[in-house]
T-cell receptor, first 116, second 115 residues
Framework: AQTVTQSQPEMSVQEAETVTLSCTYDTSESDYYLFWYKQPPSRQMILVIR??????QNATENRFSVNFQKAAKSFSLKISDSQLGDAAMYFCAYSRYGGATNKLIFGTGTLLAVQP | EAGVTQFPSHSVIEKGQTVTLRCDPISGHDNLYWYRRVMGKEIKFLLH????????ESGMPNNRFLAERTGGTYSTLKVQPAELEDSGVYFCASSRNTGNRETQYFGPGTRLLVL
């Protein structure tokens, strides 16, 4: 069975600085998707970034980028130039490729605080 | 377009009572997922509908949980009778059927507390 592990329950970063959130996963599949979702306080969870396992190039979305290490089964999220609005719970998630269902398998989340 | 909506936002019930949660997906989204997060733990998959059919219900914890999606539009998740361990946040997500590039859009969740 696939599992996702986020070992940092809480992180803190100064505004304008860079922070990296860690995520590791376990799977026997060779093709899959990895995601970072963000849930701001009292708001809906939204997709931040997606990585296809067959792509070697790391995904980027503006200030958000990932470091995908397939052999190490590691998928960290880097937030550059942190802003107050980045404060949220961040969830790492995994999804199989080509299955009948694209259900997401989540980690326990990392609560990110941004200090002004 | 309107996002995924869930009702109620909060529910407090006593052990043994029945609660029904509702999810309205984004219009035109065939896929509807239910997830649950118990306090401090990971978000866990419960089940997946494609239109009105249950595609995968492997995450449903037991037969006290019943999910329906009549007509392939909104979905309900009924817990009967509720137990203390059912407390948590229940999320609904929907997506278009675009194969492997689908993006799941989440609702705000229903916070359920069973006393």
């Amino acid at each position: 069975a696939q599992t996702v592990t986020q070992s940092q329950p809480e992180m803190s970063v100064q505004e304008a600085e860079t922070v990296t959130l860690s995520c590791t996963y376990d799977t026997s599949e060779s093709d899959y998707y990895l995601f970072w979702y963000k849930q701001p306080p009292s708001r809906q969870m939204i997709l931040v970034i997606r990585q296809e396992a067959y792509k070697q190039q790391n995904a980027t979305e503006n200030r958000f980028s990932v470091n995908f290490q397939k052999a190490a089964k590691s998928f960290s999220l880097k937030i550059s130039d942190s802003q107050l609005g980045d404060a949220a719970m961040y969830f790492c998630a995994y999804s199989r490729y080509g299955g009948a269902t694209n259900k997401l398998i989540f980690g326990t989340g990392t609560l990110l605080a941004v200090q002004p | 377009e309107a996002g995924v909506t869930q009702f109620p936002s909060h529910s407090v019930i006593e052990k043994g009572q029945t609660v029904t949660l509702r999810c309205d997906p984004i219009s035109g989204h065939d896929n509807l997922y239910w997830y649950r997060r118990v306090m401090g733990k990971e978000i866990k998959f419960l089940l997946h509908f494609v239109k009105e059919s249950k595609q995968d219900e492997s995450g449903m914890p037991n037969n006290r949980f019943l999910a329906e999606r009549t007509g392939g539009t909104y979905s309900t998740l009924k817990v009967q009778p509720a137990e203390l361990e059912d407390s948590g946040v229940y999320f609904c997500a929907s997506s278009r059927n675009t194969g492997n590039r689908e993006t799941q859009y989440f609702g705000p969740g229903t916070r359920l507390l069973v006393l």
